[in-house]
């Protein structure tokens, strides 16, 4: 993006011959998932839980122009998630 461009457009403006070049840092994320599953005659019943993005990393989702401040603002990935379940199979 060509940042003075754009300041004196109020709008974004981007450079199209470099649109390939910048590159986010590497993704990192570490998730745990403990589970039971308990057989029965009829039905498997199970119970989990998943812990995404255990260590909390701070990943980009985006980074974009916010023509009111004349800034970039970067928005991240949700960090520690916690999702739990439980199945019943037929």
């Known amino acids: 993006m060509d940042e003075s461009a754009s300041q004196a457009k109020r709008g974004v403006v981007n450079k199209v011959n470099e649109a390939y070049k910048l590159r986010q840092q590497d993704y990192f994320g570490t998730d745990v998932k403990i589970s039971h599953k308990k057989n029965n ?10 812990i ?3 260590f909390n990393a701070q990943n980009i989702l985006n980074q974009i ?15 520690l998630f916690l999702v739990s379940f439980s199945r019943i199979y037929f």
């Open 65 to 79: 122009w916010n023509p009111k401040t004349g800034n970039h603002v970067t928005n991240y990935q949700i960090g």
């Open 41 to 50: 005659k009829h039905y498997i019943q199970e119970w989990a839980l998943d």
């Open 52 to 54: 995404q993005n255990v």
